[in-house]
């Protein structure tokens, strides 16, 4: 496996990997109306670079085999999206495909994640997760995140409730 933090050039395939991994992640659970309101608000070309360009996000694609498994975006500073402190930084999105799943791809990004954090000498990483999310929840328990507060996230025009999770460095 391999990583690459991606540019602007990337905006398609980041576009790609977005739209396959959240209707893999959360078709069974949401109405099609409220994905497809959420889809074209988060991962229009317009707003994915807008959030390329700027300074305090990074993305990565994660390769399995010579092609795109997965990727990763994290938040530091003023592009956190909840009001974080300067020694916060947010995993925003890790995602990895159905196929590539329970092989050590999202260890690898989250691992990545915890390596940016160290070098800005930050001194917790935090994320979001919505609270059906079993699966998601109990790999970042795995990776030593607690819960330490909640969060409303709007799906289309459903309000959820995310966990958030902190992890200490
Ligand atoms: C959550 C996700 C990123 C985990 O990535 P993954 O590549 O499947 O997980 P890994 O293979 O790297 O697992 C790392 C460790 O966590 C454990 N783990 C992973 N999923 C688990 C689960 N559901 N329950 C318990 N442990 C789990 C693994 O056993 C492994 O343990 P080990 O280090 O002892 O071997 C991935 O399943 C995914 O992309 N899910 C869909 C998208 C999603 O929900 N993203 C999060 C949105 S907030």
Redesign the pocket.
């Known amino acids: 496996m391999t990583i690459k933090q991606c540019t602007l050039e990337d905006s398609r395939n980041l576009q790609e990997i977005s739209f396959e991994?959240f209707n893999?992640?959360f078709k069974d659970q949401n109405s099609p109306e409220n994905m497809k309101a959420y889809l074209e608000r988060a991962f229009n070309l317009k707003q994915l670079e807008k959030e390329l360009s700027n300074i305090s996000s990074q993305f990565f694609f994660v390769y399995f085999n010579n092609e795109v498994a997965?990727y990763l975006k994290v938040n530091t500073n003023d592009a956190q999206t909840e009001e974080m402190d300067e020694e916060s930084l947010e995993i925003e999105?890790?995602?990895?495909?159905?196929k590539?799943?329970?092989?050590?791809?999202?260890?690898?990004?989250?691992n990545k994640a915890m390596e940016i954090a160290m070098e800005s000498n930050k001194k917790k990483i935090w994320?979001?997760?919505?609270e059906k999310?079993?699966?998601?929840i109990?790999?970042y328990?795995?990776?030593g995140f607690v819960q330490t507060g909640a969060h409303s996230f709007y799906m289309g025009d459903e309000e959820q409730t995310d966990f958030i999770m902190t992890k200490t460095l």
């Open positions: 991994t893999e992640t997965g999105r890790i995602y990895i495909k159905n590539f799943q329970k092989h050590g791809l999202g260890k690898y990004l989250l994320l979001g997760v919505w999310n079993e699966n998601a109990a790999f328990m795995k990776m």
